[in-house]
Structure formats: C-alpha cells, structure tokens
C-alpha cells in the first residue's frame, strides 16, 4: 500500500526568507480558501502540485480579494484599492507566474492589473492540468476510474467567453477516458450558471426561474452523473440546480481538479 | 432634357438631405467622452472583413444568415446598377454601362437572379416577424409599435424596389425585342416573364419609365429614412466592428480618475494630471460612472445607431431567459431614444413620439436621464456579466459596457447597490475577503492536509 504524507504547504514569505522564489504561485482565491466545499477543490489541486513536484507557493494570510466582485458589481473604487495593493505584494515578491483556481481571479490579474502596474503570466488551472497531463507528469491513473462514466462540463463565462478557453478543461476530462456529452448550449454559446457579475451575493430580480436551475435542468437533460466545472461560483450554483431538481443523490458537481487526483489515487 | 434636369434636382436634393441627417447623426454620436481608439489598425481591419463584410456572427444561426446574404450581397450587387441608372439619369444616355459586354451581361444576370433571391428572402422574413413570430422578433417590451413597423416598412420597401427593377427590365428588353434590336446584357428572371405587360409600345414605355422612376425614386427615399430606422446598420455595421473592442471580452476597462485618486491614496507624493478644460476654460467634472448619454463614449452611442433589432443578444441573456426585465437590446435601444431626444434627431424618427406607443415599458421614474428615466436599477441588477450578449451580437456591440457604467454610477455616485452588494464590499475592505471571515482564516484550508505518496 502506498503512504500517506502531511503536506506543508509553502508561502511566499518562507521562500524570500530564505532567499529564494518559486517556480509559480498558486492564488487560492476567497473561495478556495474559505468556502467549505471549494476548499476541497484547493486541496486536491495542491495535491497534483504536491505530486508533480512542481516548486510552488501561496501568499496565506497576505492574500486578498482581487476586486472581481467588487468591479462587476460597479464598485470600481474598491476594486482598484484591492488591485493595487495586491499589485503590490504581487511585485514585492517578484512574482512572475500565477496559477489560480478560480476563472475570476484569473480575468481579474491577467487582464485587468497589467493596466495598473501588474504584468505577470496567468495561468488557469484547467491551462496548467492540461500541460501536466500533456508533459506525462501526471499519468491520470492508479486511483478512481472513470471509464464509462457520463460527464458532462459546464463552461465557465469568464474561462470561456471572457477569455476563449474552451478545450483546455475538455482536454483534461477527456483523459479520465469517460463519456463526456456535451450540453446543447456549450462552449461560446454556454448557458451562465448565474452567479456572475456579484450576482453571488445578491439575490436574483424578480423572474419566472432562477438561471442556475435553468442550466442545471440542461445538464440533467445529458444524461451525466457528474457535472464537471472548473469555476467555484459555477459550482455552488450547479449544487444548488441539482439539490432543487432533488437529483443530489444521482448527480454530483466536481472541479475538474478534484477529478484528475482523485483518478490519479492522490486523495 | 427636362427630365435629366428634374432627375439631377431630385438627387442633389436627397443627396443633401441625407449629408444634412448624417451629421446629425455625427453629432449625437460626439455627444459623448472623447476616447482614443486608434490602436492596432490591421487587426481592426482583419475584424471588419471578417465580421462586417463576411458577416461571420450571423452564420451562428445558419438560416436567417444564408437569407440575409442574399439580402446583402443583393444589396452590394444592385448597387452597381444604380450607378448606372445615375449616369443614365443625368446624361440621359441608356445602359451606358453595356459598353461592358460580356462582362456587363453577366453583371445583369448576377443582378437579376440576387433580385428575385432578395424578394423571397424578405417575404420569408415578413413571414417570419408577423406569421411565424420569431419570439426575438415579435416579443419584448422595447419591440414596441416603431420597431415593428420599421421592420415591415423596410422589407415591403425592398420588394417593391425589386418588383420596379423587374419591371424596368421586363419593359425594357420587350421594346428591344419589338424594335428587333439587341438589349446589352442578359436577363434571365426578364427574359422569362418578356410578354407580361402585353406588346403596346407605348404601354411599355410608360412601364420602363415608370419602373426606371420608381426605382430610383425609391432608392433616395430609402437612404434618407435609414439615418430613421434600424437599417441604419447596413452603414454603421462596418465603423462598428472596426472600433469594436480587440481584448478579451472579460477585461472591463480601468476608470483613469479612480486610479489616479487611488495612487495619491497610497502615494501622497503622487501629482495627478490636471483635469481637462471644457470650451469656457473650466475644468470638466466627470462623474463616476453613467447617469446619462453625454457619460457613455463616443463608441458606446456608435453601438446604439448600430443596433438591428434583432435580439439575438436578448435570446441569449440568461436573466432575460428566466423571466427578469434585463434585455440588452433594450440597454441599447434606449440609449438612441434618450440620445435623440437629447440631442439631434433624424428626419423622421422622434423618439418621445414613439415612447409610448405599444405595450407598456418598464416602470421608468420622470427623470430626464438615461438612468431611471429609460433604464431600471433593477434591469442593471440583473446582469450576470456573462458576455453572451457580446458574443451573439453580429455587429459586436457591446452591451455590457453600458450596463456596467450605469451600475458604476449607481454604486459610486448614488451608493445605491442592493443593501447585499454593500455587505460583500464591506467584508472585502474590511477583510479583504467576499464574506465575513477573518484574513486571519484564510489560509486554514491548508491544515491536515495529506498527499499519497506514489512508488
């Protein structure tokens, strides 16, 4: 049987402590570090980082919101006040390549703080997982199969409209060698989940549905037992259409992360 | 001879009166902010050719796309004959153009068949607004008494434009045939219907001339109600897409006061630039955000005398879809109303006229602004930012710029964000986080955490 090791995972600070940096910085985001079930998605990603080897750290406590939701919402003022100082821990570290799990924090840093001082390479992790896999650094084997399984993905607005990446996450799937069925509104003509623009905080305005129950009705229509995202705010909003459909039993919602290490054996 | 000087009055006139509603237009469009949008010519023609001219977007949705080519390329085609029927018009020579020969006859024949395509084409689309309902053509509380008929007007106007061009043709080349002389050019939709108006030569001259007059005639009153109509697109389209936005549709731009006042924040040393000087010599005070039309950009109000009506951007609005009051194209039709009726209008479209025709709008307040006068709060609100209008709009507009300066104006000038929003940006500058947890927590996700170590 293979072991169990305790991870302790690297910040920033303890590498300029000891006069060193990073291969990339991972940035965990406010989901990923705070809500309960994307916190998991950071798990299993630090995990893949943990098995490739890669030299990685996280800023911790000295990470911040990016202003994403404060920018949409119409807030400009405090998004650039969370930009720059970000910007400035950012350069302080010499920080030359991120990697993050979250579409947000990724359009946030990767188009929107060059303009404010902050140039970097901004990598999302459905970009990064894909590379691995391509590298054959990770093998996607020895743990869960997933062969035969019907999956369907669900794009996230700001991975792919905003930025037109929509094969990098099909890429990833279509390694765990499952039946992925496609929704009729994919990829550029994706349905949104719901909870963009700092609709995630708020209530919806008045309506005949909710958008997330919508899109979840669609991928129930495929057929799939698992809906794969790789956004933490698709997420919730995916959970959320499947346990108003009452199918959380029969369909789970899973980051395209936690389904590469745990089909790699890494859980 | 008179009527070479009757035909060159008539077209100097239209010809004035359209330059004469163009710079109204210009106008309205300048009556917002100045920006510079200049950058990267190549890849700015590249979108033209391929969006406007090649009407990439519209292939989405292969079936209308493939009748409204015809439409188009019908519309680019004719337009050759229509120089002719000028040159004819003012030397009084007839098809001076046949000197051409073979090339003139395939010319003709392209034309004729392009026309017959363009009437059915458009009777499929009557067919579809009014028969069929196409719910992105028929439904929707902007889609109120003008859109509709403009619609209908134009593609009657079109057949029957058609219909005079036949008839010119079908005249034309019976005279020919009666006279025993050959008619340049090749006619195939005429040549087939030759006997329609009978062998009276007279009758066919009137016909030919009244065909010829008519379709001319037609074509002047045509172009001065664009600058009127959502057909106005078949001229904005391609300035459109040329300044259309080049970076990634998630990027929003950076509002450069804020960032100047945030860098004085963190750096007092920091010297802002001085603010620009209005006409008077006093500097111009620019509010946060959009209240109204004079706060969007020139580009911005170029989207609105772009837009087509077509809603494919409101088709695929997921806030729309389940029901919400948000409809893109409404953002931007409204914004031409409230242009108009702010600043300059063209010949036939007043905008206050219209305003209350048809079924009731959204619940607007009396205020004479683009926001809350046109435009809701809960309309703004109700944006997910998904860009799927962006993308499904074939002249790229942008719809959610806009929307995001009229919420910007809400949140920094106003503080008028639902009480929600005001918590979520309280926990992030308090804590620096979207919800009501301590920085102090944030890396706790880290604790116990195990890898399987792999042979």
């Known amino acids: 049987m293979s072991e169990k090791r305790l991870i302790k995972v690297p910040t920033m600070a303890e590498y300029a402590a000891n006069g060193d940096t990073p291969e990339i910085l991972f940035w965990v985001g406010c989901a990923g570090s705070f809500d309960d079930r994307y916190k998991r998605v950071t798990r299993s990603f630090v995990q893949i980082l943990e098995h490739v080897g890669v030299k990685y750290a996280v800023l911790g406590t000295e990470e911040s919101c990016t202003g994403d939701p404060a920018k949409r919402a119409g807030n400009e003022f405090l998004f650039q006040m969370q930009a720059m100082s970000n910007i400035q821990v950012l350069n302080a570290y010499e920080v030359k390549k991120i990697v993050t799990a979250c579409p947000h924090c990724f359009n946030t840093i990767k188009n929107e703080y060059p303009d404010l001082g902050g140039n970097y390479e901004v990598i999302h992790h459905s970009t990064f997982l894909q590379q691995l896999i391509n590298e054959g650094k990770v093998k996607v084997a020895g743990g869960e199969s997933f062969k035969g399984k019907r999956i369907t993905f669900h794009d996230s607005c700001y991975l792919g409209r905003a930025n037109n990446i929509y094969e990098a996450p099909r890429d990833v799937l279509a390694a765990l060698d499952a039946d992925l069925v496609e929704m009729k509104r994919s990829r550029a003509n994706g349905l949104c989940c719901g909870a963009g623009g700092a609709q995630m905080w708020k209530e919806p305005e008045p309506g005949k549905k909710d958008i997330n129950v919508e899109r979840a009705e669609e991928a129930l229509g495929t057929g799939a037992t698992i809906i794969a995202s790789a956004c933490p705010f698709c997420m919730v909003m995916m959970n959320d259409g499947v346990k108003n459909k009452n199918q959380e039993d029969n369909v789970k919602v899973f980051d395209i992360a936690e389904l590469i290490a745990s089909a790699e054996g890494l859980n | ?455």
């Open chain 2, 1 to 455: 001879m008179i009527s070479n000087i009757i035909f060159l009055l008539v077209a100097a006139a239209a010809i004035g009166l359209f330059v004469w509603q163009i710079r109204k237009i210009s106008k309205n469009i300048n009556l917002g902010y100045d920006k510079d949008i200049s950058d990267n010519p190549g890849e700015r023609w590249n979108n033209t050719l391929l969006i406007a001219f090649g009407q990439k977007k519209m292939f989405k949705r292969p079936w209308p796309a493939i009748l409204h080519f015809f439409v188009y390329v019908g519309f680019l085609v004719i337009n050759i004959e229509v120089l002719e029927i000028l040159i004819d018009g003012i030397f009084g020579t007839h098809r001076v153009l046949g000197f051409m020969g073979p090339l003139y006859s395939v010319l003709m024949a392209v034309n004729e068949i392009l026309a017959l395509l363009v009437i059915i084409a458009c009777a499929i689309f009557l067919v579809r607004r009014n028969i069929t309902k196409v719910p992105r053509l028929a439904k929707g509380v902007e889609m109120r008494a003008w859109p509709k008929m403009d619609a209908n007007l134009i593609l009657i106007t079109e057949i029957v434009l058609m219909i005079a061009l036949f008839a010119f043709n079908i005249s034309d080349l019976k005279l020919a045939q009666l006279a025993g002389h050959e008619l340049p050019g090749a006619f195939p939709v005429s040549a087939g219907l030759i006997d329609l108006f009978g062998s009276d030569e007279s009758t066919l001259r009137t016909i030919a001339g009244f065909g010829w007059w008519f379709h001319i005639l037609g074509i002047f009153a045509f172009m001065n109600y664009l600058p009127s109509s959502k057909h106005f697109h078949i001229i904005m389209a391609f300035p459109n897409v040329y300044y259309s936005k080049l970076w990634p549709k998630g990027k929003f731009n950076n509002v450069e006061n804020i960032t100047h006042e945030i860098k004085a924040i963190m750096d007092p040393s920091y010297q802002p630039p001085a603010p620009a000087l209005d006409a008077a010599g006093q500097p111009i005070v620019q509010r946060f955000g959009a209240k109204d039309v004079e706060d969007l950009s020139w580009k911005q109000m170029m989207d609105a005398y772009t837009c087509t009506e077509c809603g494919r951007c409101t088709d695929v609005c997921p806030a729309n879809i389940t029901g919400k009051l948000l409809s893109p194209r409404k953002i931007i039709m409204d914004t031409r109303d409230r242009m108009e009726e702010k600043g300059e209008h063209p010949a036939i479209f007043k905008p206050n006229h219209y305003k209350e025709m048809g079924v009731e709008r959204v619940k607007t307040t009396d205020e004479n602004t683009l926001l809350r006068g046109y435009i809701t709060p809960e309309e703004l609100w109700a944006c997910t930012t998904c860009n799927a209008c962006v993308e499904a709009c074939p002249v790229n507009i942008d719809q959610l710029s806009t929307i995001i300066d009229l919420r910007r104006y809400l949140v920094l000038e106003e503080s008028a964000a639902p009480a929600s929003l005001n918590a979520m940006f309280n926990n992030i500058e308090n804590n620096g986080a979207v919800w009501a947890f301590p920085a102090s927590d944030r890396f706790n996700w880290a604790d116990d955490l195990y890898v399987t170590v792999k042979g």
